[in-house]
């Protein structure tokens, strides 16, 4: 399957963020990664609802709206009616990871969950058949820009033989310092989200390519 890449919205610049939105919709990126915050669960505040609202109304791309707050029960219909197309929770965030699913699935929308660089994969064992996507954070969450962890490469690979062993058909996606550099330690990653090293990048089309390349999927 082919890499799907989610620039993060978050590392445009939101004083032309109009522009920036319009210039994703002529590239070849898959989705658009919007990275929400609440100063509560990451020491860090983005955006919220209105914002991925606007967001919707400037492109087609898919949104996949990454929910780092607490309390995610109380805003998936919100974001759900703002467009999101995917909506992701953090497995720490909430004790009834399940009933979120179910919810999101309700709303009609896609389901991921998203595990800190700290949490072991296996915790998903049991609901890893039911959720669209999990979302792996290859960086502590809150902030762009940061490091990609090491470690963080082996626990795909662990993950990818879970998923193999459930029969999940989740896709797996990579969140945090995703580079050219970073890219060939995640081969295991079906979606890449990239921030600062895609909006940075003089040619982003030519970025989008080197980074599909940069990973291959295991054998």
Not at 8 to 14: E, G, K, R, V
Not at 47 to 70: N, Q, S
Not at 106 to 127: F, M, Q, S
Not at 163 to 187: W, Y
Request: charged fraction near 20%; glycine fraction near 6%; hydrophobic fraction near 50%.
């Amino acid at each position: 399957m082919a890499k799907l890449v989610a620039p993060s919205i978050l590392s445009a610049d939101f004083g032309r963020l109009a522009e920036a939105l319009s210039q994703l919709e002529a590239l070849p990126v898959d989705w658009i990664h919007c990275d929400v915050m609440d100063g509560v669960f990451v020491p860090n505040i983005s955006f919220g609802i209105p914002v991925v609202a606007a967001i919707r109304r400037f492109t087609k791309k898919p949104l996949d709206v990454h929910l780092m707050i607490v309390h995610p029960e109380r805003y998936l219909s919100a974001f759900a009616e703002a467009g999101a197309d995917i909506l992701t929770f953090h497995w720490e965030a909430t004790p009834h990871p399940d009933r979120l699913v179910q919810e999101i699935h309700r709303l009609g929308k896609k389901a991921g969950i998203a595990i800190n660089p700290a949490t072991p994969v296996e915790v998903l064992r049991d609901i890893l058949p039911q959720i669209d996507l999990v979302c792996v954070m290859s960086v502590n969450p809150g902030f762009g820009g940061q490091k990609f962890i090491p470690y963080v490469a082996q626990k795909g690979h662990r993950l990818l033989r879970l998923r193999e062993e459930v029969g999940s058909q989740a896709l797996i996606e990579v969140d945090g310092g995703i580079s050219l550099e970073t890219a060939p330690l995640v081969p295991w990653a079906d979606v890449l989200v990239a921030g600062q090293a895609f909006f940075q990048a003089s040619d982003r089309s030519a970025f989008v390519e080197a980074l599909r390349k940069a990973t291959t999927r295991m054998t």
